[in-house]
């Protein structure tokens, strides 16, 4: 089947010859990036925080970053597979940015083995977190669905992609305070089918978790749409504090 995947990949999304990171020459089985810039990606370990899963720099004493103690999140758990920083920094800009869509084989594989680290519950489906539609034209993909779909076949869950929608185009969360972004969102999502997520615990994806203002107004809707519990996993964060 993964043999099968990848020749469909080649098909559509035709291989570079060189590392999209580094630049140097592909050997032997490498595809897309070279096992010297794989491995320079920075993993998150413990000590994390308890509630977003944000590595703790500070001391291993601390159980929760800054942002978790001085904001109440509505998600249950997040985690996520590294820091938004150098080599896994430059994959996802190259996904989410340059179009590099194939590279959702190698980041969704991320997910799901941060996935078989954690000791979660079973879920009763997968969702993206969406985007406008003014935002989905631009872009002409949603890079959470990419990366959701294949986490949703390795845990044998339903991928549900239409149900959650973001019916309000906002400002790049990047421009703005904690503050601002908090605003900038409120009201910006929808549940379209409540009953399709009624007393479901539901895992949350997306690609990257800096102070979760998108994940936990996302979280709050689903939750108030009857959604029992909100796990969230993301391929990176910032760093806690």
């Known amino acids: 089947m993964k043999l099968l995947v990848e020749t469909l990949l080649d098909l559509v999304y ?9 630049g140097e020459m592909l050997e032997g089985d490498e595809r897309d990036v070279c096992r010297r810039c794989f491995k320079a990606i920075e993993y998150i370990k413990e000590p994390v925080c308890r509630k977003c899963g944000k590595p703790l720099h500070h001391t291993k004493f601390l159980q929760y970053c800054y942002d978790c103690v001085t904001m109440e999140h509505c998600f249950t758990q997040g985690a996520s597979v ?23 084989g190698l980041l969704s594989g991320l997910l799901i083995e941060k996935l078989e680290t954690l000791n979660w519950p079973a879920f009763g489906c997968v969702v993206p977190v969406p985007l406008s539609r003014k935002r989905l034209s631009q872009r002409g993909f949603n890079q959470a669905l990419l990366l959701a779909g294949p986490v949703a076949k390795a845990l044998n869950c339903k991928l549900v992609g239409g149900n959650l929608i973001k019916v309000k185009d906002t400002r790049l969360q990047r421009e703005l305070s904690r503050g601002e972004r908090l605003k900038n969102l409120k009201g910006s999502f929808r549940v379209k089918n409540p009953k399709q997520f009624k007393a479901k615990r ?26 029992w519990e909100v796990f969230v996993l993301t391929l990176a964060s910032g760093k806690g504090f």
Do not use: M, Y
């Not at 035709?14 to 999209?20: D, H, L, Q, R, T």
């Not at 690609?207 to 998108?214: M, P, Q």
């Open 202 to 227: 539901i895992l949350l994806v997306d690609d990257i978790f800096t102070t979760g203002a998108t994940v936990d107004e996302c979280s709050r809707v689903l939750l108030e749409s009857g959604v």
């Open 82 to 104: 590294g820091v938004f920083d150098g080599i896994l920094k430059q994959l996802i800009f190259h996904f989410k940015f340059k179009g590099k869509k194939r590279l959702a």
């Open 14 to 22: 035709p291989p570079p010859a060189n590392c999209i990171v580094c």
